[in-house]
């Protein structure tokens, strides 16, 4: 019905940028918000940043000033610059889709499989 796939996570030094993108596709009518969250061994998924169809941003504390999030409304993809990366980065990040439910207010959440992002020092 609703498909989320990640790309572009990778190996990279201290220091080092990368650029993650996620497009939604299927049965989408129209979307709340798009985000990014992480997840490592141990930890609950956190909110990384996500961006409402308005344009309204939030991040977490720790990427401030580093990571930007951007979203293509007419493409159903939202962005996730990474600059900066740290090895404490390192992480799956894992890319939300929260759509309306066609005919009500209510909404619902789709999540991609998740894309590795490992930053060495």
């Known amino acids: 019905q609703v498909q989320v796939v990640e790309s572009g996570g990778g190996l990279v030094q201290a220091g080092g940028s990368l650029r993650l993108s996620c497009a939604a596709s299927?049965?989408?009518?129209?979307?709340?918000?798009m985000g990014w969250y992480r997840q490592t061994p141990g930890k609950q998924r956190e909110l990384v940043a996500d961006i409402t169809s308005g344009g309204i941003r939030n991040y977490a504390d720790f990427v401030k000033g580093r990571f930007t999030i951007s979203r293509d409304n007419a493409k159903n993809t939202v962005y996730l610059q990474m600059n900066s990366l740290e090895p404490e980065d390192t992480a799956v990040y894992y890319c939300?889709?929260?759509?309306?439910?066609?005919?009500?207010?209510?909404?619902?959440?789709?999540w991609g499989q998740g894309t590795q992002v490992s930053v060495s020092s």
């Open positions: 939300k889709i929260r759509k309306w439910v066609v005919g009500s207010t209510l909404w619902s959440d789709h």
């Open positions: 299927g049965s989408i009518f129209s979307i709340n918000s």
